[in-house]
């Protein structure tokens, strides 16, 4: 075969094979679906934030010791509990008792309470939620705009919905924040 | 504007044949290591990734996000979540809820043997075979408990520094003091698992004594939604767990391993420069020593950008039988090696993305490689060139 046919054989293959790998290029996978979609399926109900909440408020460990499912509770704690105290996708929130000491001002998210023992925070937690007619949360987000943020003080009230050792869920029908 | 017959520039390879078979070295060697980046990147993007359609939630100790070894879930706790939680896959009436230990252990060949052999061991029930459906016994079988078996991944001899046969069905390994047989041997390509070590649940419980299990791992029916696990587990705080998605567990473990590709590239990058400025050399002596031909063809009535791309013609040429020698040496050297990291083990993968690093770089060495030195060399005056020996 002529030499310099062959010689002139490399880029065109080489340029072939490229045309091919471009063609096939491996990705990584997709990450999983940060449900956000359905966030925008469903809106918080009107009303539900407000400037302020009349009556005075339990803390987060007296409504845990006293409350009992159905009971109709306004509670005051923190915004807490861990570095993103929300539910991506669900209209939910971890609330922290006042008299839990936050991370020291160094910290840049004093309210995951780093500094103290998991037990005493979950001890010193419940959670809210605003539920949808069959009960469960609905798929919105309560630090939206507009709506709660990370290390912020606020007062719910609410029906409590689950009771239990250790476990306390809130409906949230207002929220004021502070 | 006339241009020199496209044979002229491949004939002029053959004039110094040393000349043309350390332009092809060259080529090939920076080629083979873009490529050998390239491989080590992907194999490792491989292994951290989850596989396609991954619908699996695991539920770990709150604060062990980034390392289920320290993550101590409770059997309560896991059992509640492998019961209570809504959304959880159901076949046949069994849920796919795998409860598992994942445990850093150090084993030996023999009861005295005084090597440390540093392996991950996963403690798993048979529901683990729901959830990793990627995992495929390849030889053998699943380990039972209370019979302190093990079941050997396709890497796993690569991440113990054993030859694989020590690793066969029927010979053992000591963990603590105790014999464990080996049973069967599995692959789960393109995962980490390959270089694992499995066993039954309950007997790497007994053997790290611990009640407690490093994570529940769930997989999602087609209707449920990751937020229905994270849900749960914020109302259930007292269990103190946390919900991950697989999928965001593994992106994470690639962020975290960004610093060491960005230096595997660098490297190539730089060893790369350093080709490309040794071959930037050998062509302005290649060009220098052709001044009078070159002097010659613009008398001809050739113009100086015929000239060029004559040139560059041959230099890619030249660098593309370089690339497609070192992509054939790459496929049969480094594709499936296997290297170890802390993670486990992974193999180089010589894929199309590798090919076309490797070979676009081939390509733009051929084309980058010759442009200084010609434009040096044809800048020079007609009668100069023509004088020059």
């Not at chain 1, 709506?147 to 029908?173: C, F, N, T, Y």
Request: hydrophobic share 50%.
């Amino acid at each position: 075969m002529n030499k310099s046919l062959v010689l002139f054989a490399a880029p065109a293959a080489a340029l072939a094979l490229l045309a091919a790998a471009c063609g096939g290029a491996d990705a990584p996978s997709a990450r999983a679906s940060s449900n956000a979609a359905a966030a925008a399926a469903a809106q918080l109900p009107p009303g539900l934030f407000a400037d302020a909440i009349d009556g005075v408020p339990m803390t987060v460990v007296d409504a845990k010791a006293n409350a009992a499912e159905g009971d109709e509770i306004t509670i005051i704690g923190l915004v807490g509990g861990r570095a993103n105290p929300f539910v991506a996708g669900r209209a939910m929130a971890q609330i922290v008792d006042l008299g839990l000491p936050p991370c020291g001002m160094a910290s840049a998210t004093p309210w995951d309470y780093c500094s103290v023992p998991a037990e005493e925070v979950a001890r010193h937690s419940l959670t809210i939620q605003v539920a949808g007619p069959d009960g469960r949360p609905l798929a919105a987000e309560l630090n939206g705009p507009g709506g709660l943020r990370p290390g912020q003080e606020v007062i719910v009230h609410g029906v409590v919905s689950q009771k239990a050792e250790g476990v306390l869920v809130v409906d949230a029908r207002r929220i004021a924040g502070q | 504007m006339k241009l020199l017959p496209a044979d002229y520039a491949v004939r002029n390879l053959g004039r110094s044949p040393a000349r043309l078979a350390a332009t092809v070295l060259g080529s090939a060697l920076v080629v083979l290591l873009v490529l050998a980046a390239a491989a080590f990147v992907q194999g490792m993007l491989r292994s951290l990734s989850p596989p396609p359609g991954n619908r699996n939630v695991v539920l770990v100790r709150k604060g062990s996000e980034e390392s289920f070894e320290r993550s101590q879930v409770s059997a309560a706790a896991a059992s509640q979540a492998m019961s209570a939680i809504r959304g959880v896959r159901e076949a046949n009436g069994v849920r796919f809820a795998s409860p598992e230990v994942h445990y850093s252990a150090v084993l030996r060949e023999s009861a005295d043997s005084p090597r440390d052999l540093r392996a991950m061991i996963r403690g798993v029930s048979p529901a683990a075979f729901l959830v990793h459906p990627q995992v495929e016994i390849t030889e053998g079988r699943a380990p039972r408990p209370g019979r302190n078996e093990m079941m050997a991944g396709a890497l796993a001899p690569q991440k113990l520094g054993l030859p694989a046969e020590r690793l066969a069905v029927g010979r053992a390994l000591w963990l603590d003091g105790v014999e464990w047989t080996i049973v069967g041997r599995f692959d789960a390509p393109g995962t980490i698992m390959r270089s694992e070590i499995w066993t039954a649940l309950t007997d790497l419980q007994t053997a790290a004594r611990r009640d407690t299990v490093s994570c529940v791992v769930l997989t999602l029916a087609a209707d449920a939604e990751f937020a229905d696990v994270d849900a749960w587990a914020a109302t259930r705080l007292d269990l103190e767990l946390v919900a991950l998605a697989e999928s965001e567990y593994f992106a994470a473990l690639q962020r975290f391993y960004r610093p060491v590709r960005g230096m595997v590239w660098a490297t190539a990058a730089l060893i790369a420069l350093a080709g490309v400025l040794g071959g930037l050399n050998t062509l302005y002596a290649a060009f220098a020593a052709r001044g009078r031909e070159l002097g010659m063809l613009q008398c001809l009535g050739f113009r100086r950008t015929a000239i060029l791309l004559s040139l560059v013609q041959e230099s890619v040429v030249a660098a593309s039988a370089g690339a497609l020698l070192a992509a054939g040496l790459g496929w049969l050297l480094l594709d499936g090696a296997a290297v170890r990291f802390s993670m486990g083990v992974f193999e180089l993968r010589i894929d199309s993305f590798a090919l076309l690093a490797g070979l676009g770089s081939g390509l733009a060495l051929g084309l980058v490689g010759a442009i200084p030195p010609a434009i040096h060399q044809l800048r020079r005056p007609i009668a100069a060139a023509l004088k020059s020996n």
